[in-house]
């Protein structure tokens, strides 16, 4: 997804398509007037015919748009005016990317009235709206082998009427937004993977491909059950003693600060399946044992989006990745598990 900003009018600005707000009562902002003025009052006649009320969040999409630069109009209700605010924003602006997903729309420009400056800066204005998106255009990862739904096919954002003076922080806005949507993206997938796909193992390949797209400035080892032993975690090798699926230690280093700067540490819990050994867990809530995860996940998406904007920090991510079953080997409540209490020594050699 590409994201930038625009200065001239809405009613001027060339997509295939504009999205302009309205509020109840058939009120219009500068931007929707400019527009209702291109379509010589087209836009008025359609209000008062009562055909969209303006609450928040309500859509309705127009093809007939002789006089705008756009192919289509989609209208976007922002509620009452006097309680106009970020959060209505928020809904209203989720509301259009939802409509804007069910078209084959690829580009729109969103000319959505902004909440106050107190509210929402140009930065977090800019921000906001590629989180939004990350997450309104957000499609659960389908593993179904029938013919699957098509994607939203909408790349490309553009954001205004903004101020000359207020492109720059907009843009960088847009730009840490999108990343952390990116990320954000990745996070969800790994999530919401069934058990038996993202396992320890696919964990560790996961890391090995953050490793691979960031080589510049991300190191990632992987430890293997042998090298775990050697470590001597033993809390680790106890939970995962009655699974079949072999536990992964993996430590991701992410260098964007001098050498001698102290990293933060991310600790993320990869339990990619806890039935909770032989004290299984509910039933009714087994299910939802794949997501002990995301923890892991996080760190994940958190190293990705330090890479992804080149932050000037130190990162260690540490994620111990295991499955709990039970099983005759399982640990039972009450065993006595030794683990290594202090770290003084080398990391043993990884697969």
């Known amino acids: 997804m590409r994201f930038d900003a ?183 997938n790994l999530g919401n993977l069934p058990a038996n796909i993202c396992t320890p193992r696919y964990l560790a390949a996961q890391a090995r491909e953050l490793g691979r797209t960031h080589r510049r400035r991300l190191r990632v080892r992987i430890f293997d059950q042998n090298g775990i032993r050697r470590l001597k975690m033993g809390c680790l090798l106890a939970v995962t003693r009655g699974s079949e699926e072999p536990p992964r230690f993996i430590v991701l280093e992410y260098r964007g600060a001098r050498r001698g700067q102290a990293p933060l540490v991310l600790v993320g819990k990869g339990v990619t399946f806890d039935s909770g050994g032989i004290s299984l867990k509910d039933p009714p809530a087994m299910d939802e044992m794949k997501f002990d995860m995301c923890g892991a996940a996080t760190v994940f998406a958190a190293i990705d989006y330090a890479a992804r904007r080149a932050l000037r920090i130190n990162l260690v991510g540490l994620v111990p990745a295991c499955e709990n079953m039970p099983d005759g080997r399982a640990v039972k409540p009450g065993d006595i598990i030794t683990s290594r209490l202090k770290y003084s020594t080398p990391m043993p050699r990884v697969d």
Not at 53 to 59: F, I, K, L
Not at 90 to 105: C, D, N, P, Q
Not at 136 to 154: E, F, G, I, W
């Open 6 to 188: 625009f200065s001239r009018q809405a009613a001027e600005q060339r997509s295939d398509c504009l999205v302009v707000g309205v509020f109840e009562r058939a009120e219009l902002g500068p931007e929707g007037i400019a527009v209702d003025r291109a379509l010589r009052r087209r836009l008025r006649d359609l209000l008062a015919r009562g055909d969209f009320s303006g609450r928040a969040g309500e859509t309705l999409l127009m093809s007939e748009t002789a006089g705008l630069r756009s192919a289509r109009l989609l209208l976007v209700g922002l509620g009452s005016k006097a309680q106009y605010n970020r959060r209505v924003w928020r809904r209203s602006l989720s509301g259009a990317l939802h409509a804007l997903a069910r078209t084959r729309v690829v580009s729109a420009a969103i000319a959505l009235e902004r909440p106050a400056a107190r509210e929402l800066d140009d930065y977090y204005f800019g921000r906001a709206i590629a989180e939004i998106s990350g997450t309104s255009l957000y499609r659960v990862n389908d593993l179904k082998t029938a013919r699957r739904p098509r994607p939203p096919a909408l790349a490309r954002i553009l954001v205004g009427p903004v101020d000359s003076t207020a492109l720059g922080a907009v843009r960088e806005g847009l730009a840490a937004g999108a990343a952390l949507a990116e990320s954000a993206h990745w996070l969800r």
